[in-house]
T-cell receptor, first 112, second 113 residues
Framework: GQQLNQSPQSMFIQEGEDVSMNCTSS?????WLWYKQDPGEGPVLLIA?????ELTSNGRLTAQFGITRKDSFLNISASIPSDVGIYFC????????????FGTGTRLQVTL | DGGITQSPKYLFRKEGQNVTLSCEQN?????MYWYRQDPGQGLRLIYY???????QKGDIAEGYSVSREKKESFPLTVTSAQKNPTAFYLC????????????FGQGTRLTVV
């Protein structure tokens, strides 16, 4: 089945650094969602995007809905240790036959 | 508070036994999903349902079964036909409307002993 390509697969950064990750698809979506998962927990929704070109922020997180509707980007500014976890993107087409499709995940580790 | 609840959090099963994982939501969402996650891996879709009394196979449906008799509930049965059932199982729900969001439960960790 389809999985969205997410990159990088993992990253080690120092506290205070900015982080960028992206997600690409071979098909278009009309909704992009970004999640963070802590070990042993369910993913928690961070940001939802509904319009091509849309840029949305949630605290230190900023996400963008790509113009082509086939990609999305997530940036984390001034990372802190609690940003550690796995970040997933997900694409969804609302309406008929909606199926939530997930990216492969980006594992983020923050060092002091 | 509205949300999606999975139970139990941890489940142990003997080989050859069927086991049912519970997923309940009070968000009035039409669509519900079951995913399987193996250690260090992404989420793989098992089954999804867009409306009551209807569901579709996902990418890895073999050895699993579901029912959707009520809008709020989407239980997953892991049958003895599932060759490698030990995993972390996640349930999610969403709506087909515009500006939708999808939320997850806390997950159930199933271990075959």
């Amino acid at each position: 089945g389809q999985q969205l390509n997410q990159s990088p697969q993992s990253m080690f950064i120092q506290e205070g650094e900015d982080v960028s990750m992206n997600c690409t698809s071979s098909s278009i979506f009309n909704t992009w969602l970004w999640y963070k998962q802590d070990p042993g927990e369910g993913p928690v929704l961070l940001i939802a995007l509904y319009k091509a070109g849309e840029l949305t922020s949630n605290g230190r997180l900023t996400a963008q809905f790509g113009i082509t509707r086939k990609d999305s980007f997530l940036n984390i500014s001034a990372s802190i240790p609690s940003d550690v976890g796995i970040y997933f993107c997900a694409g969804l087409n609302t309406g008929t036959a909606s199926k939530l499709t997930f990216g492969t995940g980006t594992r983020l580790q923050v060092t002091l | 508070d509205g949300g999606i609840t999975q139970s139990p959090k941890y489940l142990f099963r003997k080989e050859g036994q069927n086991v049912t994982l519970s997923c309940e939501q009070n968000l009035n969402h039409d669509a519900m999903y079951w995913y399987r996650q193996d250690p260090g891996q992404g989420l793989r879709l098992i089954y999804y349902s867009q409306i009551v009394n209807d569901f579709q196979k996902g990418d890895i449906a073999e050895g699993y079964s579901v029912s959707r008799e009520k809008k709020e509930s989407f239980p997953l049965t892991v049958t003895s036909a599932q060759k490698n059932p030990t995993a972390f199982y996640l349930c999610a729900s969403s709506t087909p409307r515009r500006n939708t969001e999808a939320f997850f439960g806390q997950g159930t960790r199933l271990t075959v002993v």
